[in-house]
T-cell receptor, first 114, second 112 residues
Framework: NAGVTQTPKFQVLKTGQSMTLQCAQD?????MSWYRQDPGMGLRLIHYSVGAGITDQGEVPNGYNVSRSTTEDFPLRLLSAAPSQTSVYFCASRTGGSGGTEAFFGQGTRLTVV | SQQGEEDPQALSIQEGENATMNCSYKTSINNLQWYRQNSGRGLVHLIL?????REKHSGRLRVTLDTSKKSSSLLITASRAADTASYFCATPGISGTYKYIFGTGTRLKVLA
């Protein structure tokens, strides 16, 4: 099993450009999430999904879009990149369950917006 | 706003010593999780403790949960240089376990 795969690992964008960060998991997990990690801020939830066709906003959704057309994939779109979106982005997946379940993380995408 | 806050923010100890880090949260939860992050890498799940559990062990890790104080602690015994990492607690958001909120983390450095 590959687990959670994120691409690309590194990306430099110019202000105003758009791009899509890819996330794929091969564990048939219902739940998928996107986080951003900034120094001193920990991880902040951007968007999440509880199944194909179902997405919702997290703590910091502005400037990002998501969709979930399949169980496996959960891409994150930056509509018009801004320097404030410079960060490390992590995708995570887990099974559902009311008692809580372990999340599996990708290795991250380091994004710089200039 | 973040649900969990770790304390201390940074911790430096000698190899062989024990490391204790704490997590406080704000709302009622039914479970709490701890994760480790090595520099530049993704997070790795360490342990999950449910609200009806007071203590849980996994190898050299011991986690406690005090729901009355809304706090948890992670103890790493007999630390090794390889334990150098950041440690995060994660708790379900207000709407339930659909999403998890992470704290700001404790940076642990174990000196050989």
């Amino acid at each position: 099993n590959a687990g959670v795969t994120q691409t690309p690992k590194f990306q430099v964008l110019k202000t105003g450009q758009s791009m899509t960060l890819q996330c794929a998991q091969d564990m048939n997990h219902e739940y998928m999430s996107w986080y951003r990690q900034d120094p001193g801020m920990g991880l902040r939830l951007i968007h999440y999904s509880v199944g194909a066709g179902i997405t919702d906003q997290g703590e910091v959704p502005n400037g990002y879009n998501v969709s979930r057309s399949t169980t496996e994939d959960f891409p994150l779109r930056l509509l018009s990149a801004a320097p404030s979106q410079t960060s490390v982005y992590f995708c995570a997946s887990r099974t559902g369950g009311s008692g809580g379940t372990e999340a599996f993380f990708g290795q991250g995408t380091r994004l710089t917006v200039v | 706003s973040q649900q969990g806050e770790e304390d201390p923010q940074a911790l430096s100890i000698q190899e062989g010593e024990n490391a204790t880090m704490n997590c406080s949260y704000k709302t009622s939860i039914n479970n709490l999780q701890w994760y480790r992050q090595n520099s530049g890498r993704g997070l790795v799940h360490l342990i999950l403790i449910r609200s009806n559990e007071r203590e849980k062990h996994s190898g050299r890790l011991r986690v406690t949960l005090d729901t009355s104080k809304k706090s948890s602690s992670l103890l790493i015994t007999a630390s090794r240089a390889a334990d150098t990492a950041s440690y995060f607690c994660a708790t379900p958001g207000i709407s339930g376990t659909y999403k998890y909120i992470f704290g700001t983390g404790t940076r642990l450095k174990v000196l050989a």
